[in-house]
């Protein structure tokens, strides 16, 4: 299981590398990618996990998390630009 996971990490990491359209598109991208992590989050508290890689598993989701609301960020205050470059 963990096999396919990290397989498809790895192609959404292609994903972001290469096929980036829009900031949009990139938010849906990312807030797929927060729901997946955190539904094997959920599976594995169930599955009775140790404590460690449960928290190394929501300190991803709270990392990509932040990403998008930066990249939410820049799109309301330059409409499209880099978080970076909209200040």
Not at 16 to 28: C, Q
Not at 71 to 76: K, P, Q, Y
């Amino acid at each position: 299981m963990f096999y396919k996971c990290y397989c498809l990490f790895f192609f959404l990491l292609l994903h972001f590398m290469f096929f980036f359209s829009s900031s949009f598109h990139s938010l849906f991208i990312l807030l797929f990618f927060e729901i997946l992590v955190f539904g094997l989050i959920c599976l594995m508290f169930f599955m009775f996990f140790s404590w460690f890689s449960l928290l190394m598993h929501l300190l991803v989701v709270v990392c990509v998390g932040a990403y998008g609301i930066s990249i939410l960020v820049s799109l309301v205050r330059t409409k499209g630009g880099n978080y970076f470059f909209s200040f």
